[in-house]
């Protein structure tokens, strides 16, 4: 792992499956008890957590990435870099005028780092809200923050800052830029400032090899989105795919690439079935090739993302969320049951709660391990080729997301001859 000068990271991340070496979290905090049935639509959410179950699972989650990786958190490296008064003063204005609390200004800059990394995280009061105010926070609580994933990407050696489609996450990238600018030293790039109506997340794109993006056009990432990333790669690399699968808006559970399809290893992969066959929500769903040489570019159509990978020379064999069981595909998918996060090849993170899909990932292969016994010491990873670290979660996935979705790789080794 390359690091700065300062015994950082350097970003770089070049698949989806290369040995994880570093991983930017952040453990949810106070801003999600201030979620309300009132307030959890436009804070993205079906319904509330409970807090103190919430901390029990991440810590599951968490301990594992702990045990095989550097980890990083959002507010320590949020906090490190609000020591600097320039970041310190950009920040603080472009976070209150996005919030229309240019008011607060002065009283946030006189803060300690700490203090106003958890300020700009948890959100700021109002000094005189009543129960019969509708909004009682003058800064917003960043309600989604703990999924890393969507508000930044990891691409090769940059980090693309992505474009949100609602403004209750618009605040997040203004984090994440100052952390990944000041803290890893890295040059950030994004879609917006090229075409205002262009949107990117996340969850929607993955890094399949050095010359290819999979990404998801959905109600997150939208073709104005793909196009500005086809010509930025494109430039940069000179030749290049991006293989896009076209997504259902409804229901809410399609929301990202990543709650259909993930990488699992260089020739195994989690995919919802319908979406392969286009049934249900999926008739009709495009599968394309984009595909850049020099200037010039293509477009193909296939039958499904696995075709499509295919035409590039990459043979992929699907492990079905929820199994070969209809009715067991459809829950399971609800409660990301295809959103695993790679820790290496053949070695993945997600839930334990999908029976189907950890039945699977077994015929598959897959050693199960408890995530508790890992973090208990009782297991090492090291010691299976192949295996999926499954955490216990009920509060989690009603957020909306799982491992992946709760993950953002800073640095990972490189795959040589992925496909």
């Known amino acids: 792992m390359i ?18 070496r570093a991983v930017l979290l952040h453990r949810p905090g106070v801003e999600i008890t201030r979620m309300t049935p009132e307030n959890a639509a436009e804070a993205l959410y079906s319904d509330i957590l409970n807090k103190p179950i919430v901390d029990r699972e991440y810590a599951e ?5 702990e045990k095989w990786t550097k980890v990083y958190y959002v507010e320590d490296v949020l906090a490190t870099v609000l020591e600097d008064n320039a970041v310190r003063k950009a920040l603080v204005e472009e976070s209150c005028r996005l919030d229309g ?17 958890k300020e700009l995280i948890e959100g700021v009061e109002r000094k005189a809200w009543t129960p019969d105010q509708a909004d009682r926070y003058e800064l917003k609580p960043l309600y989604n923050l703990f999924f890393t ?19 209750v996450r ?31 997340e996340g969850g929607d794109v993955q890094i399949a090899r050095e010359d290819m993006l999979c990404i998801g056009e959905g ?47 260089r020739n195994e992969c989690m995919a919802f079935e319908p979406m392969l066959q286009k049934k249900g929500v999926f008739s009709g769903m495009e599968t394309t090739l984009i595909s850049i040489d020099n200037g010039k570019t293509s477009y193909t159509h296939y039958d499904n993302i696995l075709e499509g990978l295919k035409a590039t020379g990459w043979d992929m064999k699907p492990v079905l969320c929820g199994g070969s069981d209809a009715w067991a595909q459809q829950r399971e998918q609800w409660h990301s049951g295809a959103n695993f996060f790679a ?26 391990l408890k995530a508790a016994d ?34 953002m790789p800073v640095n990972r080794d490189l795959v040589v001859g992925s496909h």
């Open 3 to 20: 690091e700065t000068n300062n015994g950082v990271p350097r970003v770089c991340v070049g698949s989806e499956i290369g040995r994880l």
């Open 61 to 65: 989650f968490s301990g594992v990435l």
């Open 101 to 117: 609390c240019q008011q607060l200004t002065a009283e946030l800059m006189g803060h300690d780092p700490r203090r106003l990394a």
């Open 149 to 167: 994933r969507d508000a930044s990407s990891s691409v090769y050696d940059r980090v693309l800052i992505n474009s949100m489609s609602f403004p």
């Open 170 to 200: 618009r605040r997040e990238i203004l984090i994440y830029r100052a952390v990944f600018e000041n803290y890893f030293g890295c040059e950030t790039f994004n879609a917006e400032q090229h075409d205002a109506e262009a949107r990117t």
């Open 219 to 265: 109600i997150r990432t939208n073709r104005k989105g793909i196009e500005y990333l086809a010509r930025e790669m494109g430039a940069r690399h000179g030749k290049f795919n991006i293989l896009v699968q076209q997504l259902p808006h409804k229901p809410e559970s399609f929301i990202h690439l990543d709650m259909v399809f993930t990488f699992l290893s």
């Open 343 to 368: 820790l290496g090849e053949g070695k993945v993170l997600g839930y334990s709660r999908n029976h189907g899909t950890i039945e699977a990932l077994d015929k598959a292969g897959f050693a199960i």
């Open 374 to 407: 890992i973090c208990a010491g009782k297991v090492d990873m090291n010691s299976y080729d192949k295996f999926v670290a499954a955490f216990d979660a009920c509060e989690l996935p009603r957020g909306g997301g799982g491992a992946r979705c709760m993950t």
